[in-house]
């Protein structure tokens, strides 16, 4: 084991309001939006879509759709009429998608990635690439945070458990330390809930929102580890996947 002064970082941010505070400290940031925008983009990636684009506003997707992108565009859980499809990660398990570049905006999710790429190497987080992204951020030499995307900026459960398990798997390689209580606690989170993540977020609001949406195969499948094994980190306005053996 390396002594602390020597090992890398690893802290969670609760939420994009809290990340001016902690932005100026990190290489990497694993954006994370567990329910639903970074695992529909895990999805994507893993069902052969070959880039896509995350736009925080309705008036940027619609510029693309413009110019001829097929384009997601979600809001309060919501397809936004005129859009070709919306944050369900089942929406891109498609063939239509195979090989092709998208757009996706959405309420909380492709705003953290945007907010997050002036401060390092964005990378995507979720349940669904959870052991890959573990063992590939375990390989970078560098400090790394986990940015929460929350709900409306503020703090929300999955999204912090998810923080929790890869500052947890980090922590116990002995070259990664926390220091701040943000991570401490996502952590202990992780731990409390690791045996039954869906049922420990049974109350959770996003939870809550999205079943009243019908939405419960897609909460079930968002917290599913492991199933979309891939790796997706944004290159200039775009999300592409990386092989596993590359370092950024
Ligand atoms: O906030 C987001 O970016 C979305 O993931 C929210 S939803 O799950 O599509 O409602």
Known sequence: MEDNETRKKIEVCFSPYLFPLFKDEFDIIVVIDVLRATSAICAAFDNGVAGLIPVSTIEEAREYQAKGYLVGAERQGQIVEGFDFGNSPYSYMVPELKGKTVVL????????????????????????????LCEWL???????????SGWQNKFNLEDTICAGAITDYLVNTGQF???EDSSIAAKYLFLSAKDNILGYLKASSHRR????LNLNEDIKYCLTPNQAPVIPILVGDTI?????SVSV
């Open 138 to 148: 375990e390989k970078q030499d560098k400090h790394i945070l986990c940015l929460c």
């Open 209 to 212: 929102r999205l079943k009243n």
């Open 105 to 132: 905006s959405t309420t909380n999710g492709t705003k953290s990635i945007n907010i997050a790429k002036e401060a390092g190497q964005v990378v995507i987080g979720s349940f669904l690439n959870l052991d890959v």
């Open 240 to 244: 592409q996947l990386i092989k596993e």
């Open 177 to 179: 330390r926390s220091e």
